[in-house]
């Protein structure tokens, strides 16, 4: 999944995802194009169930 950020503050920010099933999570990098930085992230799932 490709998520492109179009904010003030992050123009051409972006994450990078994919689903890992074992861990149930999204994992991937996150391009914060500004600064001219990348960042390994993982969201992970509630206890309610959403992202």
Same mark, same amino acid.
């Given at each position: !999944? @490709?998520?492109?950020? %179009?904010?003030?503050?992050?123009?051409?920010?972006?994450?990078?995802?994919?689903? &890992?099933?074992?861990? &149930? %999570?999204? +994992? *991937?990098?996150?391009? %914060?194009? !500004? #600064? #001219? /930085? +990348?960042? /390994?992230?993982? @969201? /992970? +799932?509630? #206890? /309610? *169930?959403? @992202?």
């Amino acid at each position: !999944m @490709f998520v492109g950020l %179009q904010d003030v503050n992050y123009p051409r920010s972006n994450y990078t995802l994919t689903y &890992d099933p074992s861990g &149930d %999570q999204l +994992r *991937g990098i996150y391009c %914060q194009a !500004m #600064k #001219k /930085e +990348r960042y /390994e992230i993982f @969201f /992970e +799932r509630s #206890k /309610e *169930g959403a @992202f």
